[in-house]
């Protein structure tokens, strides 16, 4: 099971730190990734932490201002986003997948096994 939270409303230019709680997983054996929709869009993935290797991915459109890190003891994998700008504006998800972040890097969603609730960003202008 992954639990997100974090999410709310914040202004253009600011930070949110989304978390994704996992419980009932061998982190080891996967890569969990952030994925993010609006409303008649695909999902689109963000940014992956290989819990194996601990190597990361950060899609272009979030590079350098999305950061994802985890914390092995809590089994919790964050992203730290900061300037954020309205077009962020959306859901987003945390999924666990197959120890690769070629899960994000290439939006393999039919490879996702387990996927978060979903928390809702809002960046208003």
């Known amino acids: 099971q992954l639990v997100e939270s974090g999410g709310g409303l914040v202004q253009a230019g600011g930070s949110l730190r989304l978390s994704c709680a996992a419980s009932?997983?061998?982190?080891?054996?996967?890569?969990i990734g952030w994925f993010r929709q609006t409303p008649g869009k695909e999902r689109e993935g963000l940014s992956c932490?290989?819990?194996?290797?601990?190597?990361?991915y950060h899609a272009d459109s979030v590079k350098g201002r999305f950061t994802i890190s985890s914390d092995n003891v809590e089994n919790t994998v964050y992203l730290q986003m900061n300037d954020l700008k309205p077009e962020d504006t959306a859901v987003y998800y945390c999924a666990a997948g197959p120890p690769s972040c070629l899960l994000v890097a290439e939006n393999r969603i039919s490879e996702v096994e387990v996927w978060g609730q979903g928390t809702l960003v809002t960046v208003s202008s």
């Open positions: 932490i290989n819990m194996s290797g601990a190597s990361t």
């Open positions: 009932g997983l061998r982190f080891a054996d996967y890569a």
